[in-house]
């Protein structure tokens, strides 16, 4: 974050009472939370000396906002963790970055229980818990400036490691390609707790020379109201919020002010996003990106509907996805393949025990992202679903296999198979079928099983069908697209 500082540090010496924040608590003055930075800084420094890794509870607040700026001033490297953050999760946090000070809130604190070589120390950022060593090397993060966790496509949270030349990169090509302009209002709704939320919720709004608007806890109707009253000129969220905020507008063409509001991080629907859109007076852009390559492709402003709300569009200036086929080798356009990507916003690696592991990347440098792709003649992209199986519910990856092992130790489930459902406002939602010897094994019952056993609450499943068997392919295998085409009709059976 260290660019990031020396820019606010130019804009400070002609505008000190620039207002640059706008949170729970009211507005924020550059000059005041410039010094705030400072003074966390100081009280870091003299803890942990010069270039620490910081783990910080990220909520949407400016004392996040002061959190990275602090480390920007140390030359630093900021680990983020969400405040819904489980123990189970936050001691495998500790594990992959292994950070020299843990800054977070009293009760989220009491909940997990700092590491025991860390143990609270004193008190920053207005009474928060800190927790603080003499820092490790800054060289084991390899140039990495934020270091995010993503559900990815495993059980396990990864640390993706990314630099501030990636984050500056991916900001400033979503501002030409939305048609942004400095000085515009950002809104931060997506938790800033991943890489991606961190770099288009609060590095992109300090960047453009704006002010940012902080929603700490999502309401849907209050999100609306925010960027409203401040003419808010973009943000980016998940299908599940663009959906919900187009639910909630009061008059409709609340934000006809906005220049578009970014959606990417699930699946979606052309026709519920039209609505959505037209309810809430803007354009929706879809995007394709994930936290290891920052927002890589984007629709644009003047894009017709059916590229802007049916395509995930064209990759940003110098990045570039292509569709591959088993082998590796590209396929020719209007195929269907595997995606992989390279660019300016590829990350340096997963934080594994302290240090990066670098990604595994083809000969050519690319990454497999792990999605089906097609890539029209014209550059433009369409996300055809997962490689792996993967339940994206309300913008959150949920492993398939994960939750089918937590719920096969239940003692009375004999098989069982997680699917999704189709759900207008998140896209999808988990069920599950099982084979068991209980005609009353319901619902409530699985998920204290799962909560006994520590399963993430948002990964539980919401439906459950008992089935006297799981449905096979013509070589006997369990066929996932019958079960979930069985989940659906029971589904809707049911509602009948």
Not at 75 to 86: E, K, Q, R, V
Not at 148 to 155: C, I, V
Not at 337 to 347: I, T, Y
């Amino acid at each position: 974050m260290r660019q990031l500082v020396a820019d606010l540090d130019r804009r400070a010496a002609d505008a000190p009472d620039d207002v640059v924040a706008v949170d729970a608590d009211g507005p924020h003055r550059l000059a005041t939370v410039l010094a705030r930075a400072d003074e966390f800084a100081a009280q870091l420094r003299a803890r942990t000396g010069p270039r620490p890794t910081l783990m910080v509870q990220a909520d949407n607040s400016v004392r996040t906002v002061v959190a990275a700026l602090a480390v920007g001033r140390l030359d630093g490297t900021l680990a983020l963790i969400s405040h819904h953050t489980t123990r189970q999760e936050f001691v495998a946090a500790c594990e992959d970055v292994d950070p020299d000070a843990v800054v977070v809130s009293p009760a989220v604190s009491a909940e997990l229980a700092l590491p025991e070589h860390r143990p609270v120390d004193g008190e920053a950022l207005e009474g928060w818990h800190l927790a603080a060593r003499p820092a490790r090397p800054a060289e084991r993060w390899r140039g990495g400036a934020v270091i995010g966790l993503t559900s990815g496509s495993t059980g396990r949270a990864k640390g993706v490691v990314q630099t501030e030349d990636a984050l500056r990169y991916a900001g400033r090509a979503t501002i030409d390609a939305s048609g942004l302009r400095p000085g515009d209002t950002v809104a931060a709704l997506v938790p800033l707790s991943s890489a991606a939320a961190v770099c288009f919720g609060l590095y992109l709004p300090l960047l453009l020379g704006g002010r940012v608007l902080l929603l700490d806890r999502w309401d849907a109707a209050g999100a609306v109201d925010l960027m409203a009253e401040y003419d808010a000129r973009w943000t980016m969220c998940v299908p599940t919020m663009a959906l919900q905020m187009g639910a909630a507008a009061r008059r409709g063409g609340e934000l006809h002010a906005m220049t578009a509001m970014t959606v990417g991080g699930g699946p979606m629907d052309a026709g519920a996003l039209g609505r959505a859109e037209q309810r809430l007076g803007t354009r929706f852009l879809r995007v394709f990106g994930m936290s290891e390559c920052l927002g890589h492709t984007t629709s644009l402003p003047g894009d017709a509907a059916e590229v802007r709300l049916g395509t995930d569009g064209t990759p940003f200036p110098g990045t570039e996805l292509r569709a591959v086929d088993e082998a590796g080798e590209p396929l020719p356009p209007g195929s269907t393949g595997r995606a992989q990507v390279r660019g300016p916003s590829l990350f340096v690696g997963y934080a594994r025990a302290g240090e990066v592991v670098p990604p595994a990347l083809t000969d050519d440098g690319f990454l497999p992202t792990g999605d089906l792709v097609e890539i029209a003649p014209d550059g433009t992209a369409s996300i055809r679903g997962r490689e792996k199986e993967i339940i994206i519910r309300g913008g959150r990856n949920i492993d398939v296999s994960e939750v089918e092992a937590a719920v096969a130790r239940h003692p009375h489930v004999d098989q069982v198979c997680v699917v999704p459902v189709p759900d207008e406002v998140l896209g999808e939602r988990v069920a599950v079928l099982v084979v068991t010897d209980r005609d009353d094994l319901e619902l409530p019952e699985l998920q204290r099983h799962l909560g006994d056993l520590g399963l993430t609450k948002g990964k539980w499943p919401e439906y459950v069908f008992r089935v006297g068997t799981l449905p096979q392919n013509r070589v006997g295998k369990l066929s996932r697209a019958d079960a979930a085409r069985m989940a659906h009709e029971m589904r809707e059976g049911a509602r009948a």
